[in-house]
């Protein structure tokens, strides 16, 4: 980004992401005019509306119109512990967490000394180094 200098996968994400910059919001709902800066984001508001619920639990059938629902949802049956608390995402164990909540605040503590790219996770960090 030319911008704020974050590193972006490919152009689909760079063009997303500049939404943040510029303010854009192209998608707008139907029914009650909100808008947002990414499709997937309208396709997920317009459940609250149509009361499309595609996230099925394969234990007993439930049925919930967000992922992070559904995750929340499925602990009562797998006892998976550890919640991530922006997303709701259940993971194994807190280590495992902690490196997903990377993801969620931008925190890159691996670094590579030669050039100073930074990582969220010591694994992409090697994999890094050896580029050099």
Request: net charge positive; hydrophobic share 25%.
């Given at each position: ?11 689909g ?9 510029t303010?854009e919001?192209p ?8 808008d ?20 099925k ?5 439930d ?11 499925l ?10 608390t922006?997303?709701?995402?259940a ?7 902690r ?9 890159r ?18 994999r ?5």
């Amino acid at each position: 980004c030319a911008i704020c200098g974050r590193h972006l996968a490919n152009p689909g994400s760079l063009r997303n992401h500049m939404r943040l910059h510029t303010g854009e919001r192209p998608y707008a709902c139907p029914y009650c005019g909100k808008d947002f800066r990414q499709q997937s984001n309208l396709r997920e508001h317009l459940r609250l509306h149509t009361g499309e619920k595609p996230y099925k639990c394969h234990f007993c059938g439930d049925a919930f119109p967000k992922l992070p629902e559904l995750r929340r949802h499925l602990i009562s049956h797998t006892g998976e512990a550890h919640l991530c608390t922006v997303c709701g995402k259940a993971l194994r164990d807190p280590h495992t967490l902690r490196a997903h909540e990377r993801l969620h605040t931008g925190e890159r503590p691996f670094r590579c000394e030669q050039c100073g790219k930074s990582y969220t996770l010591a694994t992409k960090l090697r994999r890094h180094q050896k580029s050099h």
